[in-house]
């Protein structure tokens, strides 16, 4: 097994927490095999430690080890943003319901049960490592375009957020720990009352707020328990203010351009703003020329930095 210092920047890495020298080792054994990279720790400090130094697509925890057994690592685990989309897996000889439960309830995305079928745990490693991946990826790219976005499970709880939506959500409730992956208790009422529609997709609501107001909208599922979802901090005359000053656009262009920055359709402006569907294109054909963009989503992008700002 290598050195920290000859991580290669890119590679498939598992971490493996394991106070049991048997099972560190035939772990290692197979997942290298497998074309992984393996690093591994003997105590929950000690894999604590290793992370400090590196961020691996993921960690397999034994959950009962002596000293910072795996259930609180992987509490302190979680609680690092660096670290909170790396998925973890139990491996557990305890048959208990309720430990099963409380690797989940500490964020544990899944576990195994020793002795170890290793064939089945390299199908769930390579499962969870592609998924982790994949959310992280969406995550930094829907950040990158100025989106507060966030997933929920079917039932209204948190499953991942951008930052910029944590930190919108923290404006709205201060002293909220986004570590936790629960929603401020008025947020997650809105969500639960959304999705507790007959059909939710594209359905949105509003919470209103001294200053402005919050509007959630559900975008999409994602498999069968991931419901995407947009946060639009709306205050509108400010931001049609905004953009009006900023991007030179007409009083009339500007209100447009808020409104797609806000994911609003053609549709919707037009009966929010009480024009036809197609001067809103016209307006747009226009906005796009003073922006210098050929695309509805690089002119959203635009304004909602400038909104942002």
Known sequence: MPDLPDIPLHTNTVLVIDDEPDALRMAASMLEAAQITVFVA?????????????????????????????FETTVRI??????????????????????VVEAFE???????????????????????????????????????????MMATDARGGLLWSTPLAEQLIARLSPGWDPRRMELPAELRS?????????????????????????????????????????????????DARRLHQQLRLTPREAEVMLWISYGKSNSDISDVLNISPR??????????????????????????????G
């Open 78 to 99: 979680k609680q690092d943003p660096a670290l909170v989309h790396v998925p973890v897996i139990f491996m557990t000889g305890l048959t208990e319901s309720e430990h």
């Open 42 to 70: 003997n105590s929950g400090q000690k894999g604590l430690d290793v992370l400090a130094r590196l961020t691996p697509d993921l960690i397999l925890m034994d959950a009962v080890m002596p000293g910072l057994d795996g």
């Open 190 to 238: 809105a969500v639960e009352r959304l999705l507790a529609r007959r059909d939710p997709t594209g359905a949105s609501m509003r919470i209103e707020r001294p200053n402005g107001s919050l509007e959630l909208v559900v975008i999409a599922y994602y498999r069968n328990d991931e419901v995407l979802i947009r946060l639009n901090e709306l205050n509108p005359q400010q």
């Open 106 to 148: 500490v964020g544990g995305v899944d576990y195994v049960r020793k002795p170890v079928n290793f064939r089945e745990l390299l199908a769930r490693v390579r499962l969870h490592m592609a998924h982790g991946r994949a959310v992280h990826a969406s995550t930094a790219s829907l950040d990158a375009t100025g989106r507060m």
């Open 279 to 308: 001067t809103v294109q016209k307006h747009l054909e226009r906005i796009y020329e003073k922006m210098g963009v050929e695309t509805r989503s690089a002119a959203a992008a635009i304004a909602i930095r400038v909104i942002g």
